[in-house]
């Protein structure tokens, strides 16, 4: 099973995360804040498609918490799709 940085996107696996070396790892819960690759900084050139596809990684992170399973299987429900801001409604029509 691998976890994924929402900062620079990097996947890492969980045993690697959770017991060889915890302490190279920002995370709360399943989700991995910064990791050895990217220390927090968001990556120069990332594009704005993988910036909404790790912002809907946190989201997933953040309803789960600690259940590591059933992140790693909705993410997995999630590979393929294309992710995209569609800009609010506006109230006169």
Do not use: N, Y
């Amino acid at each position: 099973m691998k976890l994924t940085c929402i900062c620079c996107g990097e996947r890492w696996e969980a045993q690697h995360v959770l017991r060889d070396e915890p302490e190279k790892f920002d995370r709360r819960g399943a989700i991995l804040r910064a990791c050895p690759c990217c220390h927090g900084s968001e990556p120069d050139g990332m594009t704005q498609e993988e910036r909404i596809r790790l912002r809907a990684v946190a989201a997933v992170g953040e309803l789960m918490g600690d259940e590591l399973d059933g992140i790693a299987a909705t993410l997995d429900d999630l590979k393929g799709l294309k992710f995209c801001i569609v800009p609010p409604r506006s109230a006169e029509g």
